[in-house]
Structures are given as C-alpha cells and as structure tokens.
C-alpha cells in the first residue's frame, strides 16, 4: 500500500513537473515573442523619430524660404511701386509735350493762314497800286 501510495504521488508529482514544464514552455515562448515585438517596436520607433527629425528640418527648410519669397515679394512691390510712378510722371510729361505741340500746330496753321491772307492781300494792294501806277504813265 505505501508503495503504491508512493507511486501514485510520485505519477501525480511527474504530471505537475510535466505541466510546469509546459508551462514554463508557453511562458518561454510568450517572452520570446515579446522579445521580438519590442525589438520591431523600438526599430519602429527609431524610424519614427527619423521621420520627425526630418519633417522638423524640412519644416525649418520651408520657414526659410518663406522669408526668401517675402522679401522677394517686398522688393517686388517696392519696384512695382517706382515703375508706377515713373510711368505716371512720364505719362504727365508726355501729356504736356503733347499739349505745347498742339499748340505749335495750332499756332502754324494760323501763322500759315495770316501769312496767306498776308501774301494774297499784298499781292492784290501791289496789284491795284501798280495798276493805278501804269495808268499814271
């Protein structure tokens, strides 16, 4: 009887050694794949900070170029702004020019005109003096 207690307890203390054994087996194996996720999770990580390092840089890369465009766009401006008044000064000026040349042409005609009324009236005073100067003769 003791012997075949001792058995029995001995059956029953492999069976438990059997299931910690497997036991053991799944933690063994839980843990070597949470050794393997946290290796692709810091991987993971790494390339996520690579990622932000360089939307960082690229971001300070695009502030940078803004200011470019911004001063380029002010001088842009400044110039625009110059040529507009030159162009109204020299518009002005050229409206004046035209002004006095109307002027000058209006002032020919009517020197043209007097100056033909002039000849055409000397010619016709010359004409009847000389006339009534031939009859005197």
């Known amino acids: 009887m003791r012997i075949e207690a001792l058995q029995k307890e001995s059956v029953q203390v ?30 993971h990580m790494v390339g996520m900070e690579e990622a932000m390092n360089a939307i960082i840089k690229e971001g ?8 470019g465009l911004d001063a380029g766009l002010a001088k842009a401006i400044a110039v625009l702004e110059e040529t507009e008044l030159a162009l109204a000064s020299s518009r002005k000026d050229r409206q004046v020019l035209i002004e006095q040349r109307r002027s000058e ?20 005073s ?3 003096s000389l006339t009534y100067l031939l009859t005197l003769f």
């Open 14 to 43: 492999e069976d438990e050694i059997a299931e910690k054994q497997h036991y053991t087996r799944q933690l063994e194996h839980v843990l070597l794949r949470l050794k393997n996720n946290q290796l692709k999770f810091d991987a």
């Open 105 to 124: 042409v209006k002032n020919a005609v009517m020197l043209k005109v007097l100056t033909h009324s002039l000849t055409h009236s000397l010619t016709h």
């Open 60 to 67: 300070n890369e695009v502030r940078l170029l803004r200011r």
């Open 126 to 128: 010359l004409t009847h």
